[in-house]
């Protein structure tokens, strides 16, 4: 059986004591945190007062080679841009053994949209821009980041994590998601010819891990895909963040940007640099960027995080790796009519009967977590309505579109795309063919989600002047 999502083991919150200089009196699982817990704790000191602290940890060791840095490293990486002019918070200490880090909380808020304010939107956003403006202006060498590995040029550098790219979205077996190896091929052979400044790259940079407060940024968090490289690397990380979150408009902030941080945007490495960031998330995610969704929990084994949030998201990015490739391989996406979708059955009303439900419950809970992940029921609840009414009309869309690329009807969809997949390595199916049938694939599914994902259905790639 998993370890309880909502305790923290005894010897770590014993650390946190003897770090802080006293006893642990409260500890309060937080929401966010895609990949780490995130925990609000109060040590009382000697003389009793109270000192807020904020504890990131992972149940699970990162593997060498992850997509994600381990705590440790993340750590290493706080720690050595404290006092440099980029914000982030006081680090107090990394854990030994378990993937912990221990830092002051700092104030603040971090979901951008939650500003109702337009004129407060833009000057948080303005500080934002001009602390990465800061961070791109650092000289990554006199930073202290071991772990990064060495300075090398932005093409050897992008090389090389492709290589690593393709290394993690490589299976035991030799296989690779077709969609994320034509991504990685595309990347490989039309690195961009810059070989400007490395900067540090923070990777998923932008609104949702930034902390905000009365008009300005209060801290930058989470720097688990921070890495060396070139600077339209972060601005097309920022443009992904915007889609998810929004940003004010983002062609004001990106000219902001221009002028602070001496930098020239460059939009033919900000798009390519779109599809490297997608195809990097792709690489750890299992199933890769074609996958039905991005599994939340093993069969049979509890949720550890937020499984609605995961299925909106994950689509999301499906969506929008598509259409970076296309965009940046000069390919127009089908607009083919959706499948007509059959009426609802006679037990369907209990799926509204239980969001009706939860509508009622969500506004009377007062814990954070469990009123993010009851909002993730609803998404579940949702996707599940659609699915049920209209999963097996889109399931035989696919097959029919199998059928047609390999001029044969497959017995099943798992099969048709093993064929399929088989068929593009030997070349009898193009890349553009194949591309059509999984952006034909995302958009269905899209649709199945469009009630789970609300705004996120709306929004693509933003405008970069």
Avoid at 123 to 140: C, G, M, N, Y
Avoid at 202 to 212: A, H, K, S
Avoid at 242 to 270: K, N
């Amino acid at each position: 059986m998993a370890e309880p999502v909502l305790t923290l083991p005894a010897d770590l919150v014993e650390w946190v004591g003897e770090v802080a200089g006293g006893e642990v009196v409260s500890s309060n699982r937080m929401p966010g945190g895609a990949s780490r817990e995130a925990w609000f704790l109060d040590v009382r000191g000697p003389g009793g007062s109270l000192r807020p602290l904020f504890l990131r940890y992972s149940r699970t060791p990162t593997p060498p080679g992850d997509l994600f840095h381990s705590l440790h490293v993340e750590g290493e990486i706080i720690m050595a841009l404290q006092g440099t002019g980029v914000s982030v918070p006081t680090t107090l200490a990394v854990h030994p053994v378990h993937e912990a880090i221990l830092e002051e909380r700092v104030p603040g808020q971090t979901w951008f949209y939650r500003i109702k304010d337009p004129d407060e939107q833009v000057a948080v956003a303005r500080d934002f821009i001009t602390k990465l403006a800061a961070l791109h202006r650092l000289d990554p060498a006199t930073l202290e980041l071991p772990s990064l590995g060495p300075l090398k040029g932005c093409r050897e550098l992008a090389l090389d994590e492709v290589a690593n790219m393709r290394r993690r979205a490589t299976g035991p077996d030799g296989w690779i998601d077709p969609l994320v190896d034509l991504s990685l091929t595309w990347l490989e052979k039309n690195v961009p010819d810059y070989e400007g400044p490395v900067v540090l790259v923070q990777g998923d940079t932008g609104p949702g891990n930034f902390l905000y407060e009365g008009g300005r940024v209060t801290a930058v968090v989470d720097w688990e895909l921070a890495h060396f490289g070139d600077p339209m690397d972060d601005i097309a990380w920022l443009s992904l963040r915007t889609v998810q979150d929004t940003f004010t408009h983002l062609p004001d902030r990106l000219a902001e940007y221009e002028a602070l941080s001496g930098h020239t945007l460059d939009e033919d490495r900000i798009w390519y640099y779109r599809l490297f960031a997608e195809t990097r998330l792709n690489s750890g995610r299992r199933g890769g960027a074609g996958a039905a969704r991005d599994r939340q929990a093993e069969p049979g084994q509890p949720a550890v995080r937020d499984v609605g949030n995961g299925l909106i998201y994950g689509m999301l990015h499906r969506r929008l790796t598509v259409e970076a490739l296309a965009h940046v391989a000069g390919i127009e996406l089908p607009d083919e009519p959706l499948p007509e979708e059959p009426e609802p059955v006679e037990w369907h009303y209990l799926y509204d009967a239980a969001l009706g439900m939860l509508q009622t419950i969500v506004p009377r809970i007062e814990d954070p977590l469990a009123s993010q992940w009851s909002k993730g029921v609803a998404r579940v609840v949702k996707y599940l309505k659609e699915m049920d009414r209209a999963g097996r009309a889109f399931e035989q869309a696919e097959l029919d579109d199998l059928a047609r690329l390999l001029g044969t009807a497959p017995p099943s969809v798992e099969e048709g795309r093993r064929r399929l997949a088989e068929a593009l390595r030997q070349g009898t199916v193009s890349d553009r063919d194949y591309i059509a049938y999984v952006w034909n694939k995302v958009r269905r599914d899209d649709h199945l989600m469009r009630t789970a994902s609300g705004a996120l259905r709306e929004r693509t790639w933003p405008p970069i002047r």
